[in-house]
C-alpha cells in the first residue's frame, strides 16, 4: 500500500502479516462465484439458447464466442501487467475489483435479452458486442483476484487450501443457479406449445437478472471481505519510465520461465478441450442421453457433490502425492474417464435410454469425474501460483497478475476454437438449428458421440504429457522463499 505522497506505507515493510482468518478466506473464496455463474452461463447456455432457442446458426454463435474470446484474451495481459504495477491507496489489486461490479453485471444481464425478430446479422453483432463487454469486465475480477493467493500465503499447502476453496465455491455458485433454472425456472416456462422450458425464450431474462445480481454480490462481498488485507500485500515495483519496449521486454523475460512455457502449453490444450467439452454439454445430456429439464436439473444438483470431492481431495493429493504428480494422476483418471459412458453408449453396451439405470449411471459417473477435474484445476492453478517466487529470482519483480494473465489470456484466446469445434460436430452429424430432441435423428445423435469421444480425448492426454515437464516442486518452492527471505 503507498501512502499520500505514492510512497510505501511502512507496514508492507516492518509488520509480519497475521494469519488469513476464516472470514477472510470465505470472502475471498465467495469472489469465485462471480467467475464461476459466467463461466456456467458460457459453458453450457450460451450456444444452446442463441442457436436452439433465439434461432441463430450455431455456426455464427461459435464464431461470434470465437470473436469475443480473441477480443477479450487482448485485455488479459493489459490488466494483469496493470495491475502488478498500480500504485494506489488500495493496493495493486481491490481498485480493479471494485470497478468491474457494476459493468459486469449490467453487460450479463443484457446478454440474455436479445432484440426479438432481429435478422442473423443483428443478432450476431449484438452477441459479439455483449459476449465482449463481459468477457473483458470479467478480466478486470478475474486476474486482479485470482493474482491475490500467492500474496495472501506464501505456503506451499495453504495456497492449494485457497484454491481449494476458491474452485469449490465458483462451482457451486455457477450450478447453484444452473440448478435453479433446471428445478424452478425452466419449469415455470413450459407451455401447450413449449413442453420443454428450456426452449421458451421468456425464461432467459429472468435467468440473465438473477445471475447478475449473484455476481454484483460475489464481487463486493470477496473486495470488502479481504479489504483489511491490503496493507499487508505485496507492493508496486519503484517508480519507473514504462515504455512499451520496457514494458515488451518485461512481459517477455517473466514468461519466459520453463516451467510457465509448460503450464501455458498445457493451458492452451485443456482450452481448446473444454470449449468442446462444455459446448456439447447440455446437448449429451439433451440429445444423447435424452435427459429432460428436471432431470439435467437433478444431474447438475449433483456438481454439489463433486465440489465437496474437490475441496477435500486436492489438499490431501498435494500433500500426499505433490503437485505435479497429483495433477497427472488425477488428470488422467477424470480426463480419460469422462468419456467412458458415451463410449459405451456407442458401442451399444448400456441400456436404452429412459430407463432408470441410465439416469443413475451418467449422474454417479459425472458427479465423480466433475470432483477429480476441480482436484486437477485446483492442483494446477498452485502450481502456477508456485512460478511467482521462481521467477521473481529470475526476473526481480512480482509478477502474480501476468502470470494469471497469461493462463486466461491463453484459455481465452484458444478456447473458442473448442466451441467451434463443438458446432463444427454439430454440423457434420446433422443436428440443426433449432431442432428439438424429438426431430434428431438416432444416426445424428451417434454421430455426435463418435466425432467428440476421439477428438476431446487426444487433447486431454496431451495436455498430461506436457504437464509433466513442470519443474517446481514443495523443495525448490522452499528453497526459493529462502533465497528470497521469505
Known amino acids: 500500500m503507498y501512502n499520500q505522497a505514492g510512497a510505501p506505507d511502512p507496514i508492507n515493510e516492518t509488520t ?175 407451455t401447450a406449445a413449449i413442453a420443454d422450458g428450456r426452449f421458451n425464450r421468456d425464461a432467459y431474462p429472468i435467468y440473465g437478472l438473477v445471475g447478475a445480481l449473484a455476481i454484483l454480490l460475489s464481487i463486493l462481498v470477496s473486495a470488502l471481505g479481504t479489504h483489511t488485507r491490503i496493507p499487508y500485500l505485496k507492493s508496486a515495483p519503484a517508480p519507473r519510465r514504462l515504455t512499451i519496449g520496457v514494458i515488451f521486454g518485461e512481459l517477455i523475460e517473466t514468461l519466459s520461465n520453463r516451467s510457465f512455457l509448460s503450464l501455458f502449453i498445457a493451458a492452451m490444450l485443456a482450452a481448446i478441450a473444454g470449449g468442446l467439452a462444455a459446448g456439447l454439454s447440455l446437448y449429451f445430456l439433451t440429445y444423447f442421453w435424452g435427459f429432460d429439464e428436471r432431470q439435467t436439473g437433478a444431474i447438475f444438483i449433483g456438481t454439489f457433490v463433486a465440489a465437496g470431492i474437490g475441496l477435500v481431495l486436492a489438499p490431501f493429493v498435494s500433500r500426499k502425492l505433490g503437485k505435479k504428480r497429483g495433477a497427472i494422476i488425477v488428470g488422467l483418471l477424470a480426463f480419460v474417464g469422462a468419456p467412458v459412458p458415451i463410449i459405451l453408449r456407442l458401442l451399444d453396451l448400456l441400456p436404452p435410454n429412459g430407463t432408470p439405470f441410465i439416469f443413475w449411471f451418467v449422474t454417479i459417473t459425472n458427479i465423480l469425474d466433475i470432483g477429480l477435474i476441480i482436484c486437477f484445476q485446483i492442483l494446477f492453478a498452485s502450481m502456477l501460483a508456485d512460478l511467482v517466487e521462481d521467477s521473481e529470482l529470475q526476473t526481480g519483480r512480482r509478477s502474480e497478475g501476468v502470470f494469471i494473465a497469461a493462463e486466461t489470456f491463453i484459455d481465452k484466446a484458444v478456447r473458442g476454437l473448442g466451441v467451434m469445434a463443438a458446432t463444427t460436430i454439430l454440423t457434420l452429424a446433422g443436428v440443426s438449428p433449432g431442432a428439438k430432441p424429438e426431430d434428431v435423428s438416432a444416426d445424428a445423435v451417434w454421430r455426435m458421440g463418435a466425432y467428440y469421444v476421439p477428438l476431446v480425448l487426444a487433447l486431454w492426454i496431451a495436455m498430461i504429457a506436457v504437464i509433466a515437464t513442470y519443474r517446481i516442486d514443495r523443495a525448490t518452492h522452499e528453497e526459493n522463499l529462502r533465497k528470497l527471505g521469505s
Open 16 to 190: 509480519a502479516p497475521p494469519p488469513l482468518s476464516r472470514p477472510t478466506k470465505l470472502a475471498f473464496g465467495v469472489g469465485a462465484i462471480a467467475p464461476g455463474i459466467t463461466a456456467a452461463a458460457f459453458d453450457f447456455f450460451l450456444l444452446i439458447f442463441y442457436s436452439q432457442v433465439v434461432g441463430l446458426d450455431a455456426r455464427l454463435v461459435g464464431l461470434a464466442i470465437l470473436i469475443s474470446l480473441v477480443c477479450d484474451a487482448i485485455s488479459d495481459p493489459i490488466v494483469g501487467y496493470w495491475s502488478d504495477n498500480l500504485r494506489s491507496r488500495w493496493g495493486r489489486r481491490h481498485p480493479f475489483l471494485y470497478a468491474s461490479a457494476i459493468p459486469l453485471a449490467a453487460s450479463y444481464y443484457f446478454l440474455w435479452t436479445p432484440p426479438a425478430n432481429a435478422s442473423q446479422t443483428v443478432l450476431f453483432w449484438y452477441l459479439v458486442t455483449l459476449a465482449v463487454i463481459v468477457r473483458t469486465a470479467i478480466t478486470f475480477y478475474r486476474t486482479p483476484a485470482s493474482a491475490l493467493v500467492p500474496e495472501l500465503t506464501p505456503d506451499y499447502h495453504e495456497r492449494t487450501a485457497l484454491y481449494s476453496l476458491r474452485y469449490s465455491l465458483a462451482w457451486v455458485g455457477g450450478n447453484a443457479v444452473s440448478v435453479w433454472a433446471f428445478a424452478v425456472l425452466f419449469p415455470m416456462f413450459v
